[in-house]
């Protein structure tokens, strides 16, 4: 069940027929569930999952409760198939995002692989159209298949701490954004074709990838169409 999301479980209307070639006109509890369809569709749309096929899409910034939204969602998921042939099946996250928070980026990478290790569940990353900044790591990071359609943008760079106040304290958000740097370039080493002295070279300005380049650096697997 999806009861945060979705209210109750839709069953499709079924008619029956009177005789072969004939249908009963339908009933105001037929029309009711027609109308509670389109609802379940336009909450997918709403809370950005596809409950169904096994889909969350990550749009927009990444900022303040995308980790907890992600979580949610895949959760969500999880229990709607419990019991059923596609429980273990991957989760699908379609990607196309200016990037954001290098924190929640962490978080729903931390998240994608403890699903993979206790739970079998793997996530396919998929960008269609942008995956900049922190969302071109979560798409490399991705424990499944990790796919970019043939047009789609993929940018990497040093991430920036955009710290004030006081000068020592200034110097300490330094200091720890030196460590997220070289976390990510770890991560980007375990991921891709290229080990860490590659991406610490090259990513200190925006690199920009198109799709053919992220495949032949190992960002991605695939290339869709």
Known sequence: ???????????SPRIETLEEGTFEKPTNEIKKKIMDYKKYLYREIEFAVDVEDRVIYLCGEIEDYALYDFMSRCRTIMKYHA?????????????????GDVFEMFGMIDYMESLDKNLGIKINTMCRGKALSAAAVILAAGTGKRMAS?????????????ASGKQSDVKAAGKYFDYLNNMANDLLEQKTHKDKKFWD????????????DALKLGVIDIIIT
Request: proline share 2%; charged share 30%; no cysteine.
């Open 201 to 212: 070279a090259n990513i200190k300005t925006d690199m920009y990838l198109n799709s053919k």
């Open 150 to 162: 043939k047009r789609s943008t993929i940018m990497l760079h040093e991430g920036s701490s955009m």
């Open 83 to 99: 019991g059923t042939d596609k429980e273990s099946d991957p989760i699908n996250l379609v990607i196309d995002s200016n990037g």
């Open 1 to 11: 069940m999806a009861d945060n999301l979705y209210g109750e479980e839709y069953e």
